[in-house]
């Protein structure tokens, strides 16, 4: 199970890290957002492949595809508020992160039950 973690965490963090560092360094323009899309493809292929093991072999203990997807969200949303603060220099509001979270974090203890 514990590498089952590590693959939804490697995925989610390598997704929302291209995505801040995108917002940051690259100008939104066709050609420049496609360049970027094209050097990121191998790092695209691992995230997704980690992410597609770990659905594969977590529903096959868990039986319940719902609550993957909702813990894969949580981290994924974790990264890019972490990302946004140090990538991109935004100023989130402690206070509305928390409530954010902690009502992802009841869906998915609600998808678990």
């Given at each position: ?51 597609a093991?770990?659905?594969?072999r ?28 140090l ?13 954010g ?13």
């Open positions: 199970m514990a590498f089952i973690l590590v693959l939804l965490v490697f995925g989610s963090a390598v997704l929302a890290f291209m995505i801040a560092w995108q917002v940051r360094y690259v100008q939104p323009e066709f050609l420049s957002v496609t360049r970027f899309n094209l050097y990121m493809l191998p790092l695209i292929l691992a995230a997704n492949i980690a992410l093991t770990a659905f594969i977590a529903n096959s203990l868990l039986k319940n595809l719902p609550l993957l997807a909702a813990a894969q969200s949580f981290f994924y949303y974790m990264f890019v508020v972490g990302f946004s603060i990538i991109v220099g935004e100023k989130i509001s402690l206070g509305r992160a928390a409530l979270f902690g009502m992802m974090a009841a869906g998915v203890w609600v998808l678990k039950k």
